[in-house]
């Protein structure tokens, strides 16, 4: 089940960082926090209309590390709160999670699909 925070964080402004590592070393892209949906099943689906190197990466090895965080959220010491989330992941370029996220996003070309192995608060 995902945090009530990390929900929380999900429904404000923020950037996501998503890392990952690939053949020819790491690579990071960013989205933002809104992008984010959840899937009946708890994984994180983030819809992609580039990522093509984080999907190559995704290809070569699974596991990816994600940040994101916001200041309008209360953390552990104030205002300002955040998450690393580590998990694996796939794209998805056809079926129902594809079609759910295109009709909010005409410009997805793709659906980054992450399932959570841990989500731990970091501030």
């Known amino acids: 089940m995902i945090p009530e925070k990390l929900q929380e964080i999900m429904k404000k402004d923020g950037v996501v960082a998503i890392a990952t590592l690939g053949e020819d070393g790491q690579h990071m892209v960013n989205t933002w926090n809104s992008y984010i949906q959840v ?4 994984r ?6 580039y990522m093509h190197k984080t999907e190559a990466n995704v290809a070569y090895n699974d596991q ?3 940040t994101l965080g916001s200041s309008k959220v209360t953390g552990l010491h ?3 709160a955040g998450f690393l989330i580590k998990g694996t992941a796939e794209f998805i370029k056809e079926g129902p999670v594809f079609d759910q996220l295109k ?3 005409s410009w997805l070309r793709a659906a980054l699909a992450v399932t959570i192995d841990s989500a731990t608060q970091t501030w």
Do not use: T
Request: charged share 25%.
């Open 39 to 42: 899937s009946e099943d708890d």
């Open 44 to 49: 994180l689906l983030i819809p992609a209309g």
């Open 64 to 66: 990816v590390l994600i």
């Open 78 to 80: 104030g205002a300002g």
């Open 103 to 105: 009709k909010k996003y």
